[in-house]
Nanobody
Framework: VQLVESGGGLVQTGGSLRLACAAS????????IGWFRQAPGKEREGVSC????????YYADSVKGRFTISSDHAKNTVYLQMNDLKPEDTAVYYC????????????????WGQGTQVTVSS
């Protein structure tokens, strides 16, 4: 099982980034993919999730209206479009896979990527 994040970088406040999570080694449609982030000195928190079997989505309150999660089954890839970025969005972003459940409870997630850094300058 492998999850590989990409798309992170440095952006100014109000800017946009699109993160990608490429999955392999398991049946993509049987899993939910979640995005999490961890800022320096803070606990890892759930950002968004998509359940691949039915397309249902979840967003943390802090990103609702700014972030959009989507899934490309042909490419086994989940995207996180991040708009109107703020300095408080600065963190390492991780994707993870869980059996098809909607939510971002960290203990649910069996497989994790290595993370990609997102830095938002003020």
């Amino acid at each position: 099982v492998q999850l590989v994040e990409s798309g992170g970088g440095l952006v100014q406040t109000g800017g946009s980034l699109r993160l990608a999570c490429a999955a392999s080694g398991f049946t993509f449609g049987d899993y939910a993919i979640g995005w999490f982030r961890q800022a320096p000195g803070k606990e890892r928190e759930g950002v968004s999730c998509i359940v691949n079997i039915d397309g249902s989505t979840y967003y943390a309150d802090s990103v609702k209206g700014r972030f959009t999660i989507s899934s490309d089954h042909a490419k086994n890839t989940v995207y996180l479009q991040m708009n109107d970025l703020k300095p408080e969005d600065t963190a390492v972003y991780y994707c993870a896979a869980d059996r098809n459940r909607l939510g971002t409870l960290i203990p649910w997630y069996d497989y994790w990527g290595q993370g990609t850094q997102v830095t938002v300058s003020s």
